[in-house]
């Protein structure tokens, strides 16, 4: 077992009881310096005039861009031999989009200290590099995001983010001070643990998709009574939900019904763009000390200003949207329109399980080989997925089952090869499929 292994089990292993302790050490120790230079340049960035955010939006961007096109390949290639100089955001916008699939091309040849992957939410999977200073970036803003909410560092939270732990309904990890439960199994019959839970520990925040968080409220509320479902509702602070839209019938349920405060983001793996919904408005403000957001033709944009390893540069995310610009031309914020919508699959005692932590919380390797991966279920129990590759498929239907992690899982899989990915009749990918796709689709290839 390598040190980092060795850390990260010893982590995982800390009881509560000492880890609300070590809760106490500043950030700027855990993560180095970067930490408080990205909480210090947020801070003035919310100071500044419009005139000087402005100003600092072109520096990092004529920065990244004169990095990628004498350092890269790919940008070479790209943006020819021809220096280019940002001095406004025209300059800017007359440079190319690029897509999942170029990046995919891009990675082959790219090298950084970590290589990430994601399965997007479209189901259209990425690998990429991140740089050094990459995590303690994201923690400074999203510590500012859950502070509009009044979280401490000191506040433990419970998280639903799919991590599956077996038959365990929950781990305590004191690295983020957090108590995850389980997705996969916190049916009815196991509410009183979740109960006890809540009763034995001072859970503030509650952090996960909306879906799950959704998920997770309705299963209760079947199980508890009113006094029990009111002890739980009266511990959490707020919830803090991650990378999914916010549905409106989640939310109403969330905040009429229950009471619950929530506050959501918008954010992805290959870290361009990190947007938060401070007024639950629906309008996401992207910040400009983390990357560049654009909308172009309804699509969202971005670049990442300080990933230096392997910029991304007008990075089309897929997500459709609609946006305002400030009187500079930056974009003030934005409405998602399409995309990220949480989606479930049924398990043979009729659970529901979140896709979002089913495709996206899990370490799936078929990521690293797969252009698309899609998911069809008509039956309770029975899921299927649609896999996609490039001109070769390199595994067979037999292997596949081996390049997903189903464990904890009672449902019954298959896997189907496609030749291209399963669109609707508007053209759009989507990660759970109906019937009538896969009809429409099956109609497309003759």
């Not at 106490?24 to 990205?38: A, C, I």
């Not at 991304?312 to 305002?324: A, K």
């Not at 529901?352 to 069809?376: C, E, W």
């Amino acid at each position: 077992m390598d040190i980092r292994r060795r850390l990260k089990y010893l982590a995982e292993h800390i009881p509560y009881s000492i880890g609300k302790l070590t809760a106490h050490v500043p950030y700027r120790l855990r993560l180095g310096r970067e930490y408080s230079t990205f909480r210090a340049l947020i801070e003035r960035y919310e100071r500044a005039s419009n005139a000087e955010r402005h100003e600092y939006v072109i520096a990092r961007l004529n920065a990244i861009v004169r990095h990628a096109q004498q350092n890269i390949p790919f940008y070479q290639a790209l943006y020819g031999r021809s220096a280019i100089e940002i001095r406004t955001l025209a300059d800017f916008e007359a440079l190319p989009i690029i897509s999942k699939s170029d990046v995919r091309e891009y990675t082959k040849h790219a090298q950084g200290p970590t290589l990430l992957n994601t399965g997007g939410s479209s189901g259209e999977p990425v690998s990429f590099y991140i740089d050094r200073n990459a995590w303690a970036r994201e923690w400074a803003h999203m510590h500012f995001i859950w502070g509009l909410r009044g979280y401490k560092q000191t506040d433990l939270m419970a998280t639903m983010l799919g991590k599956n732990l077996g038959e365990r309904l929950y781990a305590y990890n004191a690295v983020h001070n957090e108590i995850k439960i389980n997705p996969y199994t916190y049916t009815q019959h196991r509410a009183k643990e979740i109960l006890s839970l809540f009763e034995e520990f001072p859970l503030r925040f509650l952090q996960g998709y909306p879906s799950s968080i959704y998920n997770f409220f309705k299963v209760l509320e079947v199980a508890l009574t009113d006094s029990e479902m009111e002890l739980i509702r009266s511990k959490v602070h707020c919830c803090l939900f991650s990378s999914e839209y916010p549905l409106p019938h989640m939310v109403t349920y969330l905040t009429d019904v229950l009471g619950l405060n929530y506050i959501s983001w918008y954010g992805h793996s290959e870290m361009c763009i990190l947007a938060y919904d401070q007024y639950n408005s629906g309008k996401y403000r992207p910040f400009a000390t983390y990357g560049y957001a654009e909308e172009v033709g309804r699509t969202l944009c971005g670049t990442s200003f300080h990933n230096y390893s392997m910029p991304l540069i007008r990075y089309s995310t897929g997500d459709i949207v609609e946006s305002r610009k400030t009187d500079q031309g930056t974009l003030d914020y934005f409405i998602v329109k399409e995309g990220r919508e949480g989606d479930y699959v049924d398990d043979k005692a009729g659970n529901r399980i979140p896709l979002t932590s089913m495709v996206f919380g899990r370490h799936h390797t078929i990521f690293n080989i797969a252009d698309y991966v899609q998911i069809l279920q008509t039956t309770r129990g029975t899921a299927t997925f649609y896999i996609t590759f490039g001109r070769r498929i390199p595994i067979s239907i037999g292997e596949a089952r081996s390049y997903f992690d189903l464990s904890n899982l009672d449902l019954d899989f298959n896997f189907v090869f496609s030749k291209e990915p399963v669109r609707t009749r508007a053209g759009k990918l989507k990660l759970k499929l109906t019937m009538d796709d896969v009809k429409d689709h099956a109609a497309h290839l003759k």
